[in-house]
């Protein structure tokens, strides 16, 4: 074989290397796309139909979540049915995790990134307006698959909190705010979330 048949080959095989682990690996999924996670108090109806959407994608251990929102919604990640159906959140209850920013400002902007950490169905709902918004459409289950497992990063108890930014499709969003996933059923308090943010924001600092 000539040299640089040779070369042009290898390189090829490099490139189709570089795609098929590029495709495989782990995804942000922004929820609702450029609807966000929004809900309309005066006419009752989400901002789009959120479980449309999840059909459309393919949900994986180590993806994120990433909710573009505001503090007149909630976002409820539970593994239990009943609480999902009942669009009512119990803080007592292992199976459900409360992401809360601890926000006093209405319709105040956040985006949150939520990890998928527990193979199989997954429910995310918003339980404001005492379940109303769950109850006209703001609420989806996915079907979790395990994928290339979890990254060392969420493998281990307890998680830490999100280090990697969302991908481009969120450069421009509003500020984060951090979560950890689930290991006993919990609301995240108003204290740790600052601590993550400000730790986020000096990373940042440093890798400039």
């Known amino acids: 074989m000539a040299p640089f048949m040779e070369a042009y080959l290898t390189v090829f095989a490099l490139l189709i290397a570089t795609a098929a682990a590029t495709g495989t690996g782990y995804r942000n999924h922004t929820v609702g796309d450029g609807a966000g996670w929004l809900f309309n108090s005066t006419t009752n109806t989400s901002a789009t139909n959120y479980s449309s959407w999840a059909a ?12 573009n929102t505001n503090s007149n919604e909630t976002v409820i990640q539970t593994y239990n049915k009943t609480s999902y159906l009942s669009c009512s959140a119990d803080d007592s209850d292992n199976g459900t995790f409360v992401y809360d920013d601890g926000s006093s400002q209405f319709g105040e902007a956040l985006t ?6 527990i193979v199989g169905p997954n429910y995310f709902f918003s339980d404001n307006d005492d379940g109303v918004q769950c109850q006209h459409g703001l609420a989806f289950e996915i079907d979790v698959q395990h994928g290339l497992g979890l990254p060392p990063s969420l493998n281990q108890p307890p998680p830490p909190p999100y280090i990697e930014p969302p991908g481009p499709d969120t450069a421009q969003t509003p500020p984060l705010i951090l979560a950890q996933p689930p290991n006993s059923g919990a609301y995240v308090s108003c204290a740790d ?15 400039k």
Request: no cysteine.
């Open 112 to 117: 949150i990134p939520v990890p998928l950490t």
């Open 193 to 207: 979330v600052r601590v993550a943010v400000y730790g986020f924001a000096v990373a940042l600092l440093l890798l």
């Open 56 to 67: 459309t994608q393919t949900f994986s251990l180590g993806d994120y979540l990433i909710f």
